[in-house]
């Protein structure tokens, strides 16, 4: 168990491993996810975005993406919640990247081992030269 500053409110806590907020912060999150989580359940809220919900129940946009690269809310389950891309943030619903960022990510990872091996080929190539200077 370590000592940790609350990235919500600041406050010294113990962290549990579980939580990544104080207890208060805690309470207050899970008190937000029921509203949410209430605001959902009904079917006309199903295809509600991100915006949507945070303009109605009051709740931080990033504390709902918060909840749904947890899991806690499935992106799956609502056709119009996603979370941004790590790298360009476009909505995405399960991951770090999207699919365009993760290509774009290999692609520029095969080239730099293509460049690194034709470094390491070069770098064994031995040139030798006989010293035309009569002595």
């Excluded at 806590?13 to 208060?24: A, G, I, L, P, T």
């Excluded at 359940?41 to 129940?57: G, H, M």
Aim: contains cysteine.
């Amino acid at each position: 168990m370590d000592l940790l500053n609350c990235p919500t409110c600041g406050k010294i806590y113990v962290n549990h491993f579980m939580r990544d907020v104080c207890n208060e912060c805690y309470q207050k999150e899970e008190t937000a996810y029921d509203e949410v989580y209430r605001f959902l359940r009904k079917r006309e809220n199903r295809a509600a975005t991100i915006e949507t919900i945070a303009e109605v129940t009051g709740v931080e946009v990033e504390l709902l993406y918060k909840w749904l690269r947890k899991g806690r809310l499935h992106a799956a389950q609502f056709p119009n919640l996603g979370y941004p891309c790590d790298r360009c943030g476009k909505l995405i619903k399960e991951g770090k990247l999207c699919d365009s960022c993760s290509t774009g990510l290999k692609e520029e990872l095969s080239q730099f081992e293509k460049e690194k091996e034709r470094h390491e080929e070069l770098s064994k190539v031995v040139y030798y030269s006989q010293d035309q200077r009569k002595k």
